[in-house]
C-alpha cells in the first residue's frame, strides 16, 4: 500500500477466485458426509445453547413470586424487569460490536473461548445473586460473554463449512439456542416447585456447569483455516482443510480449495489496511445494508418479546398460575426446537435464504394479527387485582396456538436465516467487522424492545401484537431486495455484488 490514508483499486481488474483454477481438472469429491466438518460446527454451535437456555430461564425466573419478592416491589417491578433484561441487552450489543476486532485478531477460535470465559464469571455472579446490585452485574458480564459468542460462532461455521451445507451448519447455532431455551423453560420449572431461593440460583447453576464443559470442549476444535491464511500460516491452513475434508492434504480437491481461498485473501491483503469504513462504499454498501436490515428486522418481528415475556403474556392469555405458564412456554420452545431442525435438515440450503425468509415473515405476521384481535375482542379486567386476563377458553386456545405457531414460524426461518446471511455475503476483509456490527444492531434494537414491551403491555397487550404484525408485513416488502446465495462458496459470493467499476477507498 503506497498511501494508507488513500488505496486507488484498479477499475479494470474483475476478481474471480475461480479463474485462476478453471483450467485445472475437477478433482473428486470428498466424502459426502464429512464427519470432522459436523463434529466441529456441532461443538462449537454449543454455545448457541447456552445463550439460549439464558432467554429461557430468565423469562421464567423473572416470572418466579418468590425471585419478585426478594428483588422487587410492586412499584418497581416492572421497571427493574425491564431494567434486568436491558442491562444483558445492552452489554451483548457491546460484545457484538468489539467482536469484529477480537475475531480477527485472536482467531475465531480463541474468540469463543475467552467469550465462554467471560460469560461464565457473569453466570456466577447471577448464582451467587445476593442483591440486586450483584445481580445486574451477572447480567452486564454474561451479555458481553453472549455478544461476543453470537458473532464468533457463527463466522466459525461460515469458514469451516462447504458450500452445500453451508446454511446448516451455521443453522445449528439457531438450532442448539432453541434446545437451550426449552431446557431453560424445564429446568425453571422444575425449580418452581423449590420453596427457596435455590428455585433461581439452580438454574443459573446449571448454566455455570454447562458453559465451563463448552469452554473446555472448545479448547480441541481446529483453527478457521480462512484465519490461518489471512495470517500467513497456511501450512497450518491446509491440514486443517484436509482434516475438515478427511482428505490427505496432497488431494486434488484439499489442493483447488487451499489454492482458491490464498489467491482471493492475497488479493483482498493487497487492498491494504482493513477498516470500518470499506462497509459503506461501493459493493460492500449493499451487502452492508441488507445485513442491517436483516439484523434489524430480525429484532422487529416480535420474537424478543415472545421469547423474555411469554410466561407473563400466557398469564394474560388466561393460564390460571405461574408454574403452568412456564410449562406452556417451555412447550412453545420444544416446538420451535423441532421446526429449527426441519428448516435446517430440508428448508435452508434446498430452496435458499429469501423463500425462507418470505415465508416466515408471513406466517408471523398472520399470527401476531390474530392474537393480537383475541387480546382486544376478549380481554377482561379482574376487578379484584387489576389484571387483564382473556377469560373465554375458545380465545385462550386460541392465543396459545398461535403463539406456538409465531415462535414455530421464527425458529424455522428468520431465526435460522438470520444467522446465515449475514455471516455468507460479506467477504474475508469485511466479515467479522460487518457481523460485528450487524449484531450489534441486532442487540441493540432487541435493548429497545425488551425495554418497552413491558411498559407497552400494562398500556395495551393487543396493541403489542398489532404492532408487531405490522413490522413483519414491513419485512415482507424488504426480503424482495435480498441477493440468494444458496450454494455459492464464500470466494465467489464477491461476484454477487461484483460493481461495474471498482470503488475508490480514501
Known sequence: MADNSKLQVDNQRRYSATDSVTSLSVPAPPPRFRKSVYLAAAVAAFGGLLCGYDTGCVSGILAMPIFQERFFTEDNLVYLQGLLLAFYLMTAALGAFFSGFICDRFGRKYSIIGATVVFCIGVLFQTIGYNFGMLCAGRLITGFGSGLMTNGIPLYHSEISPAEIRGRLISLFTLMSSTGQVIGYFVTFGATYVDSDWSWRTPWLVQLVCGALFGFFMIFLCFSP???????????????????NELPASDPYVQREF??????????????????????????????MLAFFVSISTAFTGSVAIWYYAPQILLNAGLTDVSSSIAASGGSGLLSMLASFISMQFWIDRYGRKPVFQGGAVTMAISMFIVGAMFACFTQVDMDSGAVVVTDPNARNTIIAFIYIFTAAFAATYGLASYVYPAEIFNMRCRAKGLALTYGL??????????????????????????????????????LFLVETKNVPLEA????????????LA
Open 442 to 479: 441486532n442487540w441493540g434494537f432487541s435493548i429497545l424492545i425488551s425495554y418497552c414491551v413491558p411498559l407497552f403491555m400494562a398500556t395495551t397487550v393487543s396493541g403489542v401484537f398489532f404492532f408487531f404484525g405490522a413490522c413483519c408485513v414491513v419485512c415482507v416488502i424488504g426480503n
Open 226 to 244: 480462512r484465519w490461518l491464511i489471512d495470517h500467513g500460516r497456511k501450512e497450518e491452513a491446509l491440514a486443517v482443510l484436509a482434516h475438515l
Open 493 to 504: 459470493i464477491e461476484e454477487l455484488f461484483a460493481n461495474k467499476a471498482a470503488p475508490v
Open 259 to 288: 489454492k482458491t481461498i490464498v489467491e482471493e485473501l492475497e488479493f483482498e491483503q493487497s487492498l491494504g489496511t482493513r477498516t470500518y469504513k470499506e462497509l459503506f462504499v461501493g459493493g460492500n454498501l449493499r451487502r452492508t
